[in-house]
């Protein structure tokens, strides 16, 4: 699906001539097909009057330009009859605001997408909605939900927005699964953690290294009495002091 305004400012080429016809100037939207009639062109003095080209002339919809099969195929905008009203009509999709049956705002409509093979409308970017969870960012909608493309409003059906594609419930619950690892992850590390020391308590006072050593004794002085002495064996000298 193509945004209508990578249409705008396309060059125009004729596969047959091999020329460059100019520019996309505008889209003609036909409201009751939802899709795209014609293609206004910008002709930057190729023709000396506006043309258009019929949307069922268009070969291709390409990243750098569109292509028709030949010249003829642009013209003048009186000799089409049926397209004259819609060009006359100037009907426009951005900018409209969005309003369901049962009289919900939805939103102001700020880019359609059209499908480059057949012209038809496939959807309707909104924004600066007023339902619940949509306050603010943009929302998409279908075309199938749509019944009037008016001057004035564009009408959707009732209920539909139930149907809308929101982009902040979808960032929500990103945030929402990110919360969650960042919190799981904090309570795996805390008890980690929790266990490292735990065990490091243990193995300082039950280290091996501690208990394999050979207990230190103490060498027999005539100061310190044995260790298997008591006090009261210990020879007491009766000489004079002194």
């Not at 258009?52 to 292509?67: C, L, R």
Request: negative net charge; aromatic residues 6%.
């Amino acid at each position: 699906m193509k945004p209508s305004k990578k249409y705008l400012s396309l060059p125009i080429i004729t596969l047959q001539e091999g020329q460059q016809i100019g520019y996309v100037k505008s889209l003609i939207v036909n409201a009751s097909t939802k899709a795209l009639a014609a293609i206004v062109v910008d002709t930057k003095g190729f023709f000396k009057d506006q043309r258009i080209i019929p949307y069922s002339k268009v070969v291709s919809v390409g990243e750098d330009a569109i292509t028709i099969d030949k010249e003829s195929h642009v013209e003048k905008t009186s000799s089409l009859p049926e397209l004259l009203e819609l060009v006359k009509e100037k009907l426009t999709i951005i900018g409209t605001k969005m309003v369901t049956e049962t009289g919900k705002t939805l939103g102001i409509a700020d880019e359609y997408y059209v499908d480059p093979k057949t012209g038809k409308i496939t959807q309707i970017e909104i924004s600066g909605g007023k339902i619940e969870g949509f306050l603010s960012g943009k929302a998409w909608i279908s075309a199938e939900y749509i019944t009037t493309i008016g001057h004035d409003v564009i009408i959707s059906q009732r209920d539909s927005e139930n149907a809308l594609t929101v982009a902040d419930k979808g960032l929500s619950d990103s945030i929402k699964n990110l919360m969650h690892s960042t919190s799981h992850l904090a309570s795996e590390t805390t008890h980690t953690i929790s266990s490292y020391f735990s065990k490091g308590k243990f193995n300082a006072a039950v280290s091996p290294s501690v208990l394999d050593k050979e207990p230190i004794i103490l060498p027999e002085t005539e100061t310190t009495p044995p260790v298997n002495q008591t006090v009261s064996e210990i020879p007491i000298s009766k000489e004079p002091l002194g």
